[in-house]
């Protein structure tokens, strides 16, 4: 595969518009008919927009997270489901970034810029929580490691030429392993059947006897021994898709209601978009789209500060800026999705339309971590000064 080198931001953000435009045309028949959208994904790595992260002493443009979040709000405005793919793959290129050797940087780097696609094995099913990690890697006398387990809700694993596996090692500790999608023991089942997001193929990954040079894995678990950022740009990518579907349901609902709408009768007006009561719900709901671009600004500005000068307080003000802006933008896609159908009328309910995949993948993705403790976390900085702990889902 080769792919395109992307230059520096502007670049990023021109290519990020271009293709969000032409993932739109086709997104909810994408949806309707459950079509995975592998040429579009070849089209997203051809582009060079997957290894916009890589460092610029590695050829890469090094993006800033303000990029990197409107990218992914892009996205998020054309097709939930895409928006949604490459999230976890730029986790795992953080990973590589802080806590990769040199030979692994070098590597990996160079398969990004390749075009190369990271997906993930990170959650499992019936353990006692989300960090409740089970699957194993077993050292071998070569040096190696076997590695055993079955992950779920693997989104990108799928369409990956990588998959990075969350693991404990014999430390008990958290490792990634990145494991080639074709390895011997490897199998991804397509079973995800999610009412929203229903392109992400976040299936299922058995890892049975899947041999792991020592040199593919990683100590994930130092990144949370000192102050990070691993969380925050995670969950900034999450609010970037959530302020994404927010704006992307708005445009829709003005289409239709510029186009096939019909005033109330009682309003007095020759078009619905003069009807009064009409402007003022538009009105409310472009302020929650609004506030959702705003916060996730001013989020990606603290992060980027942060990552200038990385101590406790510039990670925790990272993690609770983001915090803000997820909470926001989970708001806005299911307000503004579910109020979409309330502006536009009876017609806007038929099932042929497929306006309902908008509240679908909002409702979907918003569930993804939960806003109350996001919230809970911003109520004890506030009394208390309590910064939030390090996880990778804050």
């Avoid at 040199?102 to 499992?124: D, I």
């Avoid at 949370?224 to 898709?241: N, T």
Wanted: aromatic share 6%.
């Amino acid at each position: 595969m080769t792919a395109h080198v992307i230059a520096d931001d502007a670049e990023a953000l021109a290519v990020a518009a271009a293709l969000a435009d032409e993932f739109r045309a086709g997104a909810s028949t994408r949806d309707a008919e459950r079509r995975l959208p592998r040429a579009e994904l070849d089209r997203l790595s051809a582009s060079g927009l997957l290894a916009v992260t890589v460092p610029a002493d590695h050829g890469g443009a090094d993006v800033g997270a303000g990029t990197l979040a409107e990218i992914f709000r892009l996205l998020g405005t054309a097709d939930g489901s895409l928006a949604q793919i490459p999230q976890s793959h730029f986790a795992y290129v953080n990973v590589i970034c802080r806590q990769g050797t040199e030979e692994q940087r070098k590597f990996f780097f160079a398969e990004l810029l390749a075009g190369r696609r990271f997906g993930n094995a990170q959650s499992e099913a019936g353990t006692k929580h989300v960090q409740d990690i089970r699957t194993r890697l077993e050292p071998q006398p070569d040096g190696s490691y076997l590695l055993e387990g079955v992950k779920h809700y693997s989104t990108g694993a799928l369409f990956a030429d990588w998959i990075p596996v969350l693991a404990r090692a014999e430390d008990d500790k958290l490792h990634v392993a990145y494991v080639p999608a074709d390895a011997p023991g490897l199998t991804v089942t397509d079973d995800w059947d999610g009412l929203g997001q229903r392109t992400t193929a976040s299936g299922t990954v058995v890892l049975a006897g899947v041999t792991v040079p020592r040199d593919r894995v990683l100590p994930h678990h130092l990144t949370f021994e000192g102050p990070q950022l691993h969380g925050a740009v995670a969950q900034l990518l999450h609010a970037a898709i959530d302020a994404g579907l927010a704006a992307g349901a708005l445009a829709e609902a003005a289409e239709f209601v510029r186009t096939k709408s019909r005033p109330w009768f009682e309003s007095g007006v020759e078009t619905a978009v003069e009807e009064p009561l009409l402007i003022q719900r538009f009105g409310e709901l472009d302020l929650q789209v609004r506030a959702s671009e705003a916060l996730l600004r001013e989020a990606a500005r603290a992060v980027d500060a942060a990552r200038a000068d990385l101590t406790d307080d510039t990670a925790a003000g990272a993690s609770l800026a983001v915090a803000a802006a997820k909470v926001q933008a989970a708001r806005a896609a299911l307000e503004v999705s579910s109020a979409l159908f309330e502006v536009s009328g009876t017609r806007s309910a038929a099932n042929s339309l497929n306006l309902h995949r908008h509240w679908r993948d909002a409702r979907t993705h918003t569930l993804h971590d939960p806003t109350r403790w996001k919230i809970q976390h911003l109520g004890r900085h506030v009394l208390t000064g309590t910064r939030p702990p390090r996880h990778g889902l804050l």
